[in-house]
């Protein structure tokens, strides 16, 4: 075989397994709920919320009595509603309605082609209308707080979504590209594959990594953020969170580093939960 050819056939065979790799490879798993809202005392509905391209998503609104202020809680890549549980506790408890919701491909949601931090912001944004369409007395006033990849898609809702009075993120990373290499440092892929992975991958999300990036969308955010990670976060290193506050007006922007927690510390970061409500109410008084 000549050269030419072995380099032909090299390329097609590479054309072929890079999307199958891709898809495979940053398939979110699904981890269904072992528990709801009841088994922490709350009362709750559940709710089906409707989606775009057909789907729809699992959800559970925890009512607070005469409560016009809604939080509705994105959770991070393979979660679920049911692990922000602990974080929706003490936000009911403090007279904020909640509404957690699975993200399509997650928990309870129906199935999509794929997952990325665009679709979770679509899905947030659906949330978010059914809310006000189906419980407006509810949605007077809205708050997102999102987790991981949900904290970057509740930053991107809130540049586009004047709905959005105020964004709790947690445990945001700075930007996707970053996230990408790292991801494939691990399984050690020569440099112009890790180039075309990502070149593949904004042409499937329909994004280039810049644009959705938290370090750049933190600037497009017009309401109050609370930015809260953990300081020995090893999955997104909090220097991340730093670089995120250092790109946004300091007026509205507050970074929150909670000691000693790792990316999933839910637990730790619920030991704080006052200051989340304290953020909360002042944006919530605010708007």
């Keep these: 075989m000549s050269p030419w050819l072995a380099l032909i056939l090299g390329g097609i065979l590479l054309a072929g397994l890079l999307p199958l790799g891709v898809h495979l490879g940053f398939r979110a798993p699904r981890v269904r709920a072992d528990r709801s809202p009841a088994d922490l005392g709350l009362a709750f509905e559940a709710v089906r919320i409707p989606t775009v391209r057909g789907r729809s998503l699992a959800g559970w609104l925890l009512p607070a009595p005469d409560s016009a202020a809604t939080v509705v809680m994105v959770h991070g890549w393979g979660s679920n509603a049911d ?5 929706a506790l ?21 199935a999509d082609t794929f997952s990325s931090l665009p679709r979770f912001a679509e899905d947030l944004a659906a949330a978010i209308t059914w809310l006000q369409q189906h419980r407006p007395a509810q949605a007077a006033r809205l708050a997102v707080l999102g ?9 991107l ?10 964004v709790v993120s947690i445990g945001a990373f700075a930007h996707p590209a970053e996230v990408n290499r790292r991801y494939l440092a691990q399984v050690y892929m020569p440099k112009p594959v890790v180039w075309l992975v990502r070149r ?20 497009r955010v017009r309401c109050p953020v609370l930015l809260v990670h953990g300081s020995r976060d090893r999955r997104v290193p909090v220097t991340d969170a730093r670089r995120i506050a250092a790109a946004a007006d300091p007026a509205q922007v507050t ?5 000693d927690a790792d990316h999933d510390s839910v637990d730790l970061i619920e030991a704080h939960s006052s200051r989340l409500v304290r953020f909360l109410r002042e944006a919530s008084a605010a708007g």
């Design 83 to 87: 692990q922000m549980l602990p974080l």
């Design 255 to 259: 970074l929150f580093e909670v000691a």
């Design 90 to 110: 003490p936000l009911t408890r403090a007279g904020f309605n909640v509404l957690l919701f699975d993200v399509r491909n997650h928990g309870a949601s129906d």
């Design 200 to 219: 593949y991958v904004e042409w499937l999300i329909g994004y280039d990594f810049a644009s959705i990036a938290p370090v750049n969308t933190i600037r």
């Design 147 to 155: 987790h991981s990849v949900g904290a970057g898609a509740a930053l």
């Design 157 to 166: 809702e809130a540049t586009r979504n004047a709905s959005v009075s105020a």
